[in-house]
């Protein structure tokens, strides 16, 4: 399947870039039909200020549905937390009144969890929008390499929309090695799909397919062309 990159001078450049395509594309769904509107995003710092800059765009945010990618498996008020990013890049900088559902389910493990919030994404289980990040070891989403639950999680034939993820003993992944990820069929289903990455290492890891990492393995099931916005 083929990736479109958009090569930004900057970060501050990307970051506009995909904020201003996002609106776009929000804006012309809903001109286009009624209903809610769909939209999971990433966590990391990379892509805060596109969250920021998209969350003042003139859109009616009511009638937007967010969700996340993916989250470590802690509370909101944790500093790693994917929903503690999402809420102060983006949903207090002007997009307080989109519904936004979490990933994470207090007192229960990712596993014993992964259902109820199976039940909670089914509404996005055919996206709109999504915006991706990826790591130097080409993960995407919480599909970490050699992690437990990745290969749930990357079947294109599973029924759950959601899948809990045991990263331990993956380097990138840190000390929060308990995750809960979106499943492969989300993204297949999805009707525009972002991936934000910066630096070269990066780009590198992306365009080597032939290591077939993770996201190597989603581009290659993908039916539309995903959007790629790099800056160095």
């Known amino acids: 399947m083929t990736i479109l990159i958009h090569e930004a001078e900057s970060r501050e450049e990307a970051a506009l870039f995909l ?9 012309q769904l809903s001109a286009s039909r009624t209903g809610p509107l769909t939209l999971l995003l990433s966590g990391g710092w990379t892509p805060a200020p596109a969250y920021k800059a998209l969350a003042k765009a003139d859109l009616d945010w009511s009638r937007v549905s967010v969700g996340l990618v993916d989250d470590r498996w802690v509370d ?5 937390s994917n929903a503690k990013l ?10 307080s009144a989109a519904c936004f ?3 994470y389910k207090d007192g229960l493990s990712a596993v014993q ?4 919030i199976d039940a909670e994404y089914a509404p996005f289980s055919s996206p709109d929008i999504v915006i991706l990040g990826m790591g130097p070891d080409g993960h995407t989403a919480s599909w970490f390499p050699d992690s437990m639950g990745l290969e749930s999680a990357m079947s294109a034939d599973t029924k759950a929309v959601v899948a809990a993820i045991d990263a331990t003993g993956c380097p990138v992944a ?7 990820t979106i499943t492969m069929p989300v993204l297949l289903n999805a009707s525009h799909i972002f991936l934000l990455i910066s630096g070269q290492e990066k780009r590198q890891v992306l365009e080597e397919q032939s290591k077939q990492l993770p996201v190597h393995r989603l581009i290659g099931q993908l039916t539309r062309p995903m959007e790629v916005v790099w800056a160095p």
């Open 101 to 103: 559902v979490p990933m």
């Open 86 to 95: 999402v809420s102060e890049s983006f949903l207090n900088e002007g997009a």
């Open 113 to 116: 969890a992964a259902s109820d």
């Open 76 to 80: 909101d008020k944790n500093p790693a």
């Open 174 to 180: 840190g000390d929060l090695t308990e995750r809960m």
């Open 19 to 27: 904020a201003e395509a996002v609106a776009n594309d929000l804006k």
